[in-house]
C-alpha cells in the first residue's frame, strides 16, 4: 500500500511504534534478569539506542503527514509520486522487524 495510497512516512510512524513496543518488551526482559544476563540488556541497549534515532528522525515526516491526512479529510485523494518509495522505508522495516522477532 505504501507504493499506491500511503505514503512512507506513515509506514515509518507505524515502525516507530512498533519499536516504542519492542524496547518496551526488552525493558521488561531485561528488568526481570535485573540486568545480570549480558544478552538482555545488551539486546535492551541496542534497541533503546535505534528508538533514539527514530524518534530524532520522526519530526521530519511529521508535516507530511499532516499534509496527508488534510488532503483525507477534504477528499483530494491526487498523490504525489515521491512520497510512494518503498525503498525509502524499507531498511527501517527490515530493521524493526528484525528486533521484533528478538535478533540482533
Known sequence: MVSTFIPYQFAYLVACLVQI???TKALR???ETRFKSPPH???YNYTHSILIL???LLPINGPVLVVWVHNLAV???TPFSSHHNVLGIAPFILLVETLTGGKM
Do not use: G, N, P, Y
Request: with cysteine; aromatic share 20%.
Open 29 to 31: 526482559v531485561a528488568r
Open 75 to 77: 477528499h483530494w485523494l
Open 54 to 56: 527514530m524518534l530524532w
Open 41 to 43: 540488556a545488551d539486546f
Open 21 to 23: 513496543a519492542t524496547c
